[in-house]
């Protein structure tokens, strides 16, 4: 006969403790920075620097990865004076030569800069109408051409990544890696608690389901004009979204974290290069 499993009561007690102190302890926890999980880094064959022939194509502006891989297959690109077919062929930046269309290559320096943009600016490269971009903010950061990674819309303020790595950019950006993003949300109106939950549950808006990583009052709650709110959707103006969907007028917009990276020590207007720790644990985190 089979036998029935009744649930320990005092389970359900402590099951229900432990919604009850999440629910208490909500604003502290998004007082602090989230951080990303990292995952070991692959491990390289002989730790001697070595890297893939279609990587260092790409580095050097030829074309992207996949493209590359075409140029090999179709015998264009010589090493160290050989032409190469083979997809997997790795060289030593430092020390190989790399000629295509008989340009000897140099890829070049990868640079990785944060920006705590201001108000006003756009993220663009340039601008027809002559409002100021985000460009004229890191102009003098390096002599390589970066580019902004994702967007930050005009009014809305806070951490914007630059880089000249196509596949870290792309793998920030892409869905399927979900890198969180935290904002400093004030509206004109008080939010409803109500309202929190709609967005923690989920809302409907013109392009699909939305629905907050993570949504509470900011500090002790007092004030409940200011919100934080952990999201990983990229989705164009999204927060801005949610919010007027539900009403509400967003009055600033702060983007205070982005994939692990914070705006400590970095006013507005002001930029700074990652450090080589920065960079490594942005190609790990999952």
């Known amino acids: 006969m089979a036998s029935s499993t009744k649930r ?23 007082n602090k920075a989230f951080v990303p999980k990292a995952r070991p880094a692959r491990a390289q064959s002989a730790g001697d620097g070595l890297i ?9 502006g030829v074309a992207s ?16 004076g050989n032409v190469v077919t083979g997809l997997g062929t790795k060289v030593n930046p430092k020390t190989d030569t790399v000629v295509f269309d008989d340009v000897s290559l140099k890829p070049e320096k990868m640079q990785y800069v944060l920006l705590n943009k201001p108000k006003d600016y756009i993220t663009t490269m340039e601008d027809e109408l ?3 971009t985000v460009m004229s903010l890191v102009q003098s950061a390096c002599k390589e051409r970066i580019y902004p990674v994702g967007r930050l819309d005009r009014n809305t303020t806070g951490l914007l990544l630059f880089t000249n790595d196509g596949e870290l950019a792309k793998r920030l950006t892409h ?4 890198f969180p993003k935290l904002y400093h949300v004030e ?3 008080k939010i409803k608690p109500e309202d929190l939950d709609k967005i923690r549950k989920g809302v ?30 990229g ?51 999952r």
Do not use: C
Request: without cysteine; positive net charge.
């Open 8 to 30: 320990d009561p005092s389970s359900r007690n402590q099951q229900k403790k432990k919604t009850t102190s999440r629910s208490a302890t909500g604003n502290k926890k998004l």
């Open 52 to 60: 893939r022939l279609n990587r260092y194509l790409s580095n050097a």
């Open 65 to 80: 990865r996949r493209e590359a891989d075409k140029l090999i297959e179709m015998g264009l690109v010589k090493v160290n």
């Open 130 to 132: 002559g409002r100021k």
């Open 175 to 178: 869905p399927r890696y979900a």
């Open 187 to 189: 509206t004109s109106e």
């Open 204 to 233: 409907q808006l013109e392009d699909g389901y939305i629905k907050a990583d993570e949504i509470e009052y900011v500090g002790e709650g007092s004030n409940r004009r200011e919100v934080g709110l952990r999201i990983h959707s």
């Open 235 to 285: 989705r164009n103006r999204i927060v801005r979204r949610i919010f007027e969907h539900l009403g509400y007028t967003i009055k600033k917009l702060d983007r205070v974290m982005f994939a692990g990276l914070t705006k400590k020590d970095l006013p507005k207007g002001r930029y700074r290069h990652l450090s080589e720790n920065e960079v490594n644990f942005l190609r790990m985190i």
